[in-house]
């Protein structure tokens, strides 16, 4: 997929683009019968939504809805259907676009997995950016979000506040977890500008992981299943003994 001009101008100024109606509806059901089975099973890696302590998760795992699945990780690993999304030719093409490399590499560490957002028990999710806890010698990180299913504010659509990744932030406007404090002066004004990233099934959402986004809970009695997985270019370089170095990187293939 070759992006236009406005296209690459609009990701420079917001920090995100919206590809819309990328996945055939049978990917798109393949996937989703796949999650729902790996889900099931409680298939290993995951995370709970107990563990994340986020608001509206479960205090524990023996609360009422502890045992909820937030996130089925190693999404790259768990099956060839997920592989191939993570290698989506007309992806990878806007990506390398945007970054302006030939050699594109994703990152098994960070994302990699299935978001899911169940009925009752799903958390919400403030205002962060992902690079806050990643280590790397530079910000230039895109990540890939595909929608399984429709993502609308009632089911916990995605949150962006547009051109954040170009922001200097103090670090008393962040709490001990790096989330952006709702009362400070300077995030007031900058969260007045939040936009909802409504996506339908097969959309895809390309956006930098040093752009604040945030997420609320799951209304509605239908989970909500996403795809995420990120991507940087050669130049940008994990930091040796780090987590974020702690895989080893896998190149997503130019089509021959």
């Given at each position: 997929m070759s992006l236009n001009p406005a296209q690459l101008q609009q990701f420079k100024i917001d920090g995100?683009?919206?590809?819309?109606?990328?996945?055939?509806?049978?990917?798109?059901?393949q996937l989703r019968a796949l999650t729902e089975t790996h889900l099931k099973q409680r298939r290993e890696p995951l995370e709970l939504e107990s563990e994340v302590n986020y608001p509206g998760a479960p205090v524990s795992r023996e609360a009422e809805g502890g045992?909820?699945?937030?996130?089925?990780?190693?999404?790259?690993?768990?099956?060839?259907?997920?592989?191939?999304?993570?290698?989506?030719?007309?992806v990878a093409e806007a990506i390398r676009q945007i970054l302006t490399c030939e050699q594109l590499l994703l990152n098994p560490s960070h994302h990699n997995c299935i978001m899911t957002k169940q009925p009752a028990y799903s958390s919400a999710t403030l205002w962060?950016?992902?690079?806050?806890?990643?280590?790397?010698?530079?910000?230039?990180?895109?990540?890939?979000?595909?929608?399984?299913?429709?993502?609308?504010?009632?089911?916990?659509?995605?949150?962006?506040?547009?051109?954040?990744?170009?922001?200097?932030?103090?670090?008393d406007a962040l709490d001990e977890a790096q989330f952006l404090k709702p009362d400070h002066p300077f995030n007031q004004d900058r969260m007045a500008t939040a936009?909802?990233?409504?996506?339908?099934?097969?959309?895809?959402?390309?956006?930098?992981?040093?752009?604040?986004?945030?997420?609320?809970?799951?209304?509605?009695?239908?989970?909500?299943?996403?795809?995420?997985?990120?991507?940087?270019?050669?130049t940008t370089k994990p930091l040796p003994?780090?987590?974020?170095?702690s895989q080893p990187e896998i190149p997503v293939v130019t089509p021959g």
């Open positions: 995100y683009l919206v590809l819309s109606d990328l996945l055939a509806d049978q990917q798109i059901q045992a909820t699945i937030r996130r089925l990780r190693s999404a790259y690993q768990r099956d060839p259907l997920y592989r191939d999304l993570a290698q989506h030719p007309l962060h950016r992902d690079t806050r806890y990643w280590h790397f010698d530079n910000k230039y990180l895109i990540n890939a979000w595909f929608a399984l299913g429709n993502e609308l504010p009632d089911n916990g659509a995605m949150q962006i506040l547009p051109g954040s990744h170009r922001w200097e932030i103090q670090e936009r909802t990233v409504a996506l339908q099934a097969g959309d895809v959402v390309l956006f930098s992981a040093h752009c604040f986004h945030a997420a609320g809970k799951n209304m509605t009695d239908r989970s909500k299943y996403s795809v995420v997985f990120t991507y940087h270019g050669a003994g780090t987590p974020s170095a």
